[in-house]
DNA sequence: CTGTTAGCGCGTTCAC
DNA sequence: GTGAACGCGCTAACAG
C-alpha cells in the first residue's frame, strides 16, 4: 500500500540534517560542504528519491512540461513529429502533454485550457483544419506562455513557427508532372481553411504559369477533410472533359483511392492520367504503380519546433522566428 | 508579460472574502451560501479562473495525470490505441503524458521514472520488446500506483491487462490457409521475448495440429525487430525446398516485402505461395495482391485499458482483471 | 455558513 | 556551511 514517495523531509531525517541543506545538496548549490553533500546523494540514490515535480513546479513556477496539440495523433505525419519531440524532450528533461484536436477548433480550444491548468511551460500547436480565432493563443500568449506552431500554421498569428516549405513542393510535383508531358493538370485540394491547402494550390498556380499553361477553375476540385471524402470530387475530376492527364492531389490517400477507382474504371495511370500526391505516406511505395509524392521532414519538424520552443522557455527575450524546411519530390510509376 | 494564472487569493481580495471560502464554492461543497458561490462562480468565469492543477496535486496526492509508454508512437497500432486514450481522458478529465521506449528497456525504465516524478496517478504500459525483468513494475506497484499492461504485457507480472487474442487470431489466419490448400505452411515469427510472437506462434502451431500438418522447424524463422530485417528471413524462407505454399507472418509490413521479394523473383502470389499477415496496416488492403491479415482493434484496446486504469485509481481496491479482446480475419487476394 | 490555521514538497531568503 | 522561517496555490480540519 502507497510506500509514499521519499521526499526530502525524509533524507534531512535519516541524516539528521535540515531539509534546506539536503535541497542544497540535491542542486548543487554553491555553499555546501562536499562531505554532507555526498552523504545526502548516496542516500538519495539509495532511497531512489525523485524531487516532486509538482512541488518543484510550485515553487520554481516551471513544470518542465510542455503541451502539445495535433489534430490527429493516428496520422503518420504527426505521429512523426511527435516521435521527434519526444527524442528532444527527453534530451533535455521535458515532460511532453498531448491533446487531439480531431479537427475540432472547440476540442482544441479545450485541449489548450486543459495544458494551461497544468501550466505547461510552452505550447506546441498544429492546428485543426476549422481553426481561424486568434483569441486563445493571444491569451496564452500574454499568459506568458511561449508558443510554437509546426506545420498547420495560423497566418494572423505572430509566434515562431516551423513549417515546410509546401509551396515549393507542390511547385516540384507539378512541374514534373509538366516535364512529363502533361497539359491539363488538375488538382484535388484540401480544406479552405488550412494554411496547407493554400500554400499548395499556389504552387500548383505558378508552376502551371511558368510553363504557360493556362489555370482552368474547373479543374480545381476540393475535399473538405483531409482523410476521407476524397471519392466524390475525384470522380468530378476524372469525369471532366476533355480528360485531364494529370493530377496533383493535397496527399497520398486521396491520390490513392483516386488510382483505384482510376483502375476500376479502365484508366491506365501513368498512361491516360499521371498522378502526384503529398506526404510520402507509406502506401505511396506500396501502391501499383507507386505513387510520385513530395516527401515532408515531419520527424524533423517535430525536432526543430520544440528546440525553438524550450530556447524560448529558457530565454524568454529570445526573438520568434520562422523557419522553414524544403520537401523532396520522390519520383515513382505514377508519373512515368 | 506574465499576466499570471489567477488564483484563489485574487478573487477572494476581490470578493472580501476568505480563500477557504472561494475553495468551497469552486468545488461546490455542500456547506456554502448559494449567493456567495454564484458570485464566486461569476467572477471565477470573467477572470477565466483556471485551477492550478499542480498546487491541487500536492495537497489531495492526486494530479490527474495517467503515465503512457509504448514501445513507438509511430506505428499505426499504437497511434490508435493512444488515440482511443485521449478521448476517455478527455470524457473523465484526466491528462495524458506519452513516452516512447523505442523497444530499449533501458529507455523505458528512464521514461518509468520521469513518470513517477511526475506523480502520475497510474501507469498503461505497452513493454518492449526486451523487457524481461519485472523489478521496476513492482516498484511503482509497491508505490501505490496503478498499471494497466495492454497489447504487449509482461506474463510474470501481476496487474490488469488488455490484450488481443492474438493466439486465436493467428490460428483463423492458418486455418485459413489450410482450407485454402496449402499443406506445408511457413511461419516468420517475432522477437524471441515478446508476448506476441510467442501467442501467434502457438496458434500457428495448434492449427497445423488440429489439420494433421507436421510442425517442420525449418519452416519456422525469426526476426529480431518488429519493423524491419524480415528479409534475410524471408528469402531463406523462400529457398527451402520444398518451397512452402503458404507463409503466415508475425505482420502486414514483413508480409508485404516478402510479396514484393517475390514477385521480383517470379513467384506468383497467391498462385505459387499463399501470404497471411496481422495487424491489418492500411498498406495492406493497397498492395497488389491485397493482404489477408488479421485485424486487432486497437482503438478498442486504448479506451478499454484507460477505463479500467481510471477504475483502479478511483477504487484503489478494485480486483485485478484481464480482459482479451477478439481479432477479425480479413480475408484479401494474398490468399485467393 | 464562514474565517482561521495548518500543511502538501520544495526553493529561497536571512540569520547564525 | 547550515538551519529556521516563509511562501508557491490549494484543500482540509477546526472553530466560531
Redesign the interface.
Known amino acids: 500500500?502507497?510506500?509514499?514517495?521519499v521526499t526530502i523531509k525524509d533524507l534531512a531525517r535519516q541524516l539528521n540534517i535540515s531539509v534546506s541543506t539536503v535541497s542544497r545538496a540535491l542542486r548543487n548549490a554553491p555553499d555546501i560542504n562536499p562531505g554532507t553533500k555526498n552523504a545526502v546523494l548516496k542516500l538519495a540514490a539509495e532511497l531512489?528519491y525523485?524531487?516532486?515535480?509538482?512541488?518543484q513546479?510550485?515553487v520554481k513556477k516551471k513544470?518542465k512540461?510542455i503541451g502539445v496539440v495535433v489534430p490527429?495523433?493516428?496520422?503518420?505525419y504527426f505521429?512523426?513529429a511527435?516521435?521527434g519531440m519526444?527524442?528532444v524532450a527527453?534530451a533535455y528533461d521535458y515532460?511532453?502533454?498531448?491533446?487531439?484536436s480531431n479537427e475540432d477548433a472547440g476540442?482544441e480550444i479545450?485541449s489548450i485550457?486543459?495544458l494551461?491548468?497544468?501550466?505547461v511551460d510552452g505550447l506546441l500547436i498544429s492546428v485543426s483544419k476549422d481553426t481561424k480565432n486568434t483569441a486563445e493563443f493571444e491569451?496564452v500568449k500574454?499568459?506568458?506562455v511561449p508558443v510554437v506552431m509546426f506545420d498547420r500554421t495560423l497566418p494572423d498569428f505572430t509566434c515562431s513557427k516551423v513549417i515546410v516549405d509546401e509551396y515549393e513542393g507542390a511547385f516540384k510535383a507539378v512541374e514534373h508532372l509538366i516535364r512529363k508531358g502533361c497539359k491539363r493538370i488538375a488538382h484535388l485540394a484540401g480544406p479552405v481553411n488550412a494554411s496547407v491547402s493554400a500554400n499548395r494550390m499556389k504552387g500548383y498556380i505558378d508552376a502551371l504559369a511558368k510553363y504557360g499553361l493556362p489555370v482552368n477553375d474547373k479543374l480545381i476540385l476540393r475535399c473538405n477533410a483531409f482523410e476521407e471524402d476524397a471519392l466524390p470530387a475525384i470522380k468530378k475530376i476524372i469525369a471532366s472533359r476533355p480528360m485531364p492527364d494529370g493530377i496533383f492531389f493535397i496527399n497520398d490517400l486521396s491520390a490513392?483511392s483516386a488510382i483505384?477507382y482510376m483502375q476500376k474504371k479502365g484508366i491506365n495511370v501513368p498512361g491516360d492520367i499521371k498522378v502526384a500526391g503529398f506526404n510520402d505516406d507509406?502506401?505511396s511505395a506500396?501502391?501499383?504503380p507507386s505513387l510520385t509524392t513530395v516527401m515532408q521532414p515531419s520527424y524533423e519538424v517535430g525536432k526543430l519546433a520544440i528546440g525553438i520552443l524550450i530556447d524560448a522557455i529558457l530565454k524568454p527575450e529570445s526573438p520568434e522566428q520562422t523557419i522553414s524546411l524544403r520537401t523532396k519530390l520522390v519520383i515513382r510509376d505514377s508519373t512515368k
Open positions: 500500500m502507497s510506500t509514499a514517495q531512489s525523485e524531487p516532486n515535480v509538482m512541488a513546479g510550485l513544470t512540461i490527429a495523433i493516428h496520422s503518420n505521429s512523426d511527435l516521435s519526444t527524442e527527453n515532460h511532453l502533454m498531448f491533446c487531439q476540442q479545450r485550457k486543459k494551461l491548468a497544468c501550466h491569451k500574454q499568459l506568458g490513392i483505384q507509406p502506401v506500396v501502391i501499383q
